[in-house]
């Protein structure tokens, strides 16, 4: 299966999750974009502006990964903050929870994947 960058549904929220400001979504895999018989329930590239955040949440029934593209900003790991950037990759295990928050000057970028 190839999903070409020209099939990403692009979506911008705000407040996400109880975060701050606005988050762009690319949904290369989503609820309205399922990848048939696979276990991924969502594959997209988010991009923060500085401040902006995507809230505390907690992944009850599924995992959630995500890699940082570009950016820096600081990780919320179960109610441990790290500051992460570039290469770095966080996982949020079922049943704990997660935030992130673009703590620098220019955008951040991560590629996140829920699976489960």
Not at 77 to 102: A, F, L, R, W, Y
Request: some cysteine.
């Amino acid at each position: 299966m190839i999903i070409r960058e020209s099939d990403v549904r692009k979506v911008c929220r705000s407040n996400m999750r109880g975060g701050e400001g606005e988050v762009v979504i690319g949904f290369s895999v989503g609820p309205e974009d399922p990848a048939p018989g696979t276990s991924y329930k969502m594959v997209a590239t988010v991009i923060l502006d500085p401040g902006a955040s995507v809230g505390y949440h907690v992944h009850e029934d599924d995992e959630e990964m995500y890699h940082v593209l570009s950016g820096k900003g600081t990780y919320n790991d179960n109610g441990i903050e790290v500051e992460v950037g570039p290469g770095d990759v966080m996982i949020c295990p079922t049943g704990q929870g997660h935030s992130i928050k673009n703590t620098g000057d220019d955008i951040l970028i991560f590629l996140g994947v829920v699976n489960g």
